[in-house]
């Protein structure tokens, strides 16, 4: 499986972006999408998540009712929509997907099998 990350950038606080992952390759009814990030000096966090199959989304704390994940199936791509950006919200994005989602929907870095390239988000104050 091959992820294509795409759609960062720089923007004001308050700003919107949307971000894009592709997916290639096979793909499994119990597969999983998501986002991570790392910013300088930090470890990489879980943003969000969706399993392909019924959708079902999973989102970190702080991210939740600002961030949304989609998916476009007959795509195989997945978006991260970003809105109410903050400079904490800085950092390198990182898609991600896994063939098995955890089921108490935590700890999705151990569960991800494949990494995209990441791309830059900066949010300026």
């Known amino acids: 499986v091959q992820l294509q990350a795409s759609g960062g950038g720089l923007v004001q606080a308050g700003g919107s972006l949307r971000l894009s992952c592709a997916a290639s390759?096979?793909?499994?009814?119990?597969?999983?999408m998501g986002w991570f990030r790392q910013a300088p000096g930090k470890e990489r966090e879980f943003v969000a998540a969706?399993?392909?199959?019924?959708?079902?989304?999973y989102y970190a704390d702080s991210m939740k009712g600002r961030f949304t994940i989609s998916r476009d199936n007959a795509k195989k791509t997945v978006y991260l929509q970003m809105n109410s950006l903050k400079p904490e919200d800085t950092a390198v994005y990182y898609c991600?997907?896994?063939?098995?989602?955890?089921?108490?929907?935590?700890?999705?870095?151990?569960?991800?099998?494949?990494w995209g390239q990441g791309t830059q988000v900066t949010v300026s104050s």
């Open positions: 991600a997907a896994g063939q098995i989602s955890p089921r108490d929907g935590k700890n999705w870095y151990r569960f991800v099998d494949y």
């Open positions: 969706i399993i392909w199959s019924g959708g079902s989304t």
């Open positions: 390759g096979r793909t499994f009814s119990s597969y999983f």
